[in-house]
């Protein structure tokens, strides 16, 4: 069992930059690779950025790589997701989840635990 918890999200000018945190719960974090999803009002969950057990490999969405970066701390239980040159259409509500080693990292079908997710809009 994992819980999950987001913070960091709130107000941003275009072109600004925030981080995002997920604290884990549990003590098989590590075993889990972490995956950010993002939806806007009207639309479906979509995939942002994903990272594996040990945080050797990562993925990104097309429309935020160069901009976003996801990384692990596995002592501290926390993946993270720094996002910079903010775009007012990466306003959405952004989820954290873990998926087990074997599930897809793309599809939000493959994760089994999810945050409450937090809001980030960026004002232009």
């Known amino acids: 069992q994992v819980q999950l918890v987001e913070s960091g999200g709130g107000l941003v000018q275009a072109g600004g930059s925030m981080r995002l945190s997920c604290a884990a719960s549990?003590?098989?974090?590590?075993?889990?690779?972490m995956g950010w999803f993002r939806q806007a009002p009207g639309k479906e969950r979509e995939f942002v950025a994903a990272i594996s057990q040990t945080g050797g490999n990562t993925h990104y969405a097309d429309s935020v790589k160069g901009r976003f970066t996801i990384s692990r701390d596995n002592a501290k239980k926390t993946v993270y997701l720094q996002m910079d040159n903010l775009k007012s259409e990466d306003t959405a509500a952004y989820y954290c989840a873990a998926r087990p080693a074997y599930s897809s990292v793309w599809y939000y079908t493959g994760y089994q635990y999810w945050g409450q997710g937090t809001q980030v809009t960026v004002s232009s």
């Open positions: 549990g003590r098989t974090f590590s075993s889990y690779g």
